[in-house]
């Protein structure tokens, strides 16, 4: 299946949500069929593909695919179709985006109970992301901030010096263990918010909570604020 992005700016490519997001809408439509993706301008780090996939294979059951100029198998499209003319097409609009964002949203901006991030697990460089967001700040009493991640992970966090301010802010750190599978949630639990787009799809049945969907600086300026706060500019202008 060929999905071809038409008129997606550059500066949402760049957007922390964006490859979450688009793994969402990208399972949706390829459910279990290998979906190649054409029209990235941007070369994403591995954390942002590491979003794409956990978002892929929770909304659809992807369990292989193709992003043009990026995956190294898929330099050309010719490339990854293997000379075959690839069935179905489909173009992706901002509208298309915009929806399959407002799909990962199910609270409604009232008191925010808990932040959790790291679902798949945090890696040193988000926590070396975060690190600067939270320096000299701190989580409102009302909000825990829990951060998923490997025993390995927080090791080399903590000796790269990133991990320091995060504690400082009031962030948990959870290791070897993921929120949707351990019973770590109390009942009083109910609004919660994440950067993660397969925690997202997951949270409301499997946890019977509410969730929003939000980038990473958007989850520390709602965790300081005691309630939901989102920059909707990026996805509303362009």
């Not at 909000?143 to 390995?152: A, E, H, P, Q």
């Not at 946890?207 to 706060?229: E, I, K, Q």
């Amino acid at each position: 299946m060929l999905l071809q992005l038409v008129d997606v700016p550059r500066a949402l490519q760049e957007d922390d949500q964006f490859f979450a997001v688009l793994g969402h809408l990208v399972g949706q439509l390829a459910g279990d069929l290998i979906p190649i993706i054409d029209g990235i301008q941007v070369r994403p780090p591995e954390d942002h593909l590491k979003a794409f996939s956990a978002a892929v294979a929770s909304s659809g059951r992807v369990a292989l695919f193709h992003i043009i100029g990026v995956t190294p198998e898929a330099p050309t499209l010719d490339a990854a179709c293997q000379g075959r003319a690839p069935e179905p097409v489909r173009d992706v609009s901002m509208a298309d985006l915009r929806a399959a964002r407002r799909e990962l949203t199910t609270a409604d901006g009232q008191p925010l109970d808990l932040v959790i991030l790291g679902s798949p697990h945090f890696s040193v460089a988000e926590f070396a992301a975060l690190a600067p967001l939270v320096a000299g700040k701190h989580r409102h009493p009302s909000v825990k901030f829990v951060i998923t991640s490997g025993r390995l992970m927080n090791e080399l966090a903590q000796e790269a010096g990133v991990l320091a301010p995060i504690l400082e802010f009031g962030a948990q750190i959870t290791l070897d263990t993921c929120i949707l599978a351990s019973p770590m949630l109390p009942p009083a639990i109910k609004t919660l918010m994440t950067n993660s787009a397969k925690y997202a799809y997951y949270a409301p049945s499997l946890l019977n909570t509410r969730v929003t969907f939000g980038s990473l600086a958007d989850c520390v300026r709602s965790a300081v604020a005691g309630h939901v706060m989102r920059d909707e500019s990026l996805w509303e202008t362009l």
